[in-house]
């Protein structure tokens, strides 16, 4: 059964900074596209990161995170981060890690980050 867990939000303050977690249980991340996505109060879903299935790791950024936001997987912990830094009070809302796996789509619970002084 697959399961993916966020993990890591938290409060912090403008400029400050946040590793969130996307671990992993019933399949190997190791050569999955893994999408961050978030949702704000009132707001669509909008994707904000995606690293690919190939072994380059390649990623991708929202206009609005490049620069701040790093996507990386560590395959031995069967994990994908988001590093966030210099977070901004509109990064505000709750992300969740996303994959599709054989025809079916998979999202975590979501993990609620608040930037806020």
């Known amino acids: 059964q697959v399961q993916l867990v966020e993990s890591g939000g938290g409060s912090v303050q403008p400029g400050g900074s946040l590793r969130l977690s996307c671990a992993a249980s019933?399949?190997?991340?190791?050569?999955?596209?893994i999408g961050w996505f978030r949702q704000a109060p009132g707001k669509e879903r909008e994707g904000v990161s995606c690293?690919?299935?190939?072994?380059?790791?390649?990623?991708s950024y929202a206009d609005s995170v490049k620069g701040r936001f790093t996507i990386y997987r560590d395959n031995a912990k069967n994990t994908v981060y988001l590093e966030m830094n210099s977070l901004k009070p509109e990064d505000t809302a709750v992300y969740y890690c996303?994959?599709?796996?054989?025809?079916?789509?998979?999202w975590g619970q979501g993990t609620q980050v608040t930037v806020s002084s």
């Open positions: 996303n994959l599709d796996h054989f025809g079916a789509n998979y």
């Open positions: 019933g399949l190997s991340l190791e050569y999955k596209a």
């Open positions: 690293i690919s299935s190939s072994s380059d790791n390649s990623a």
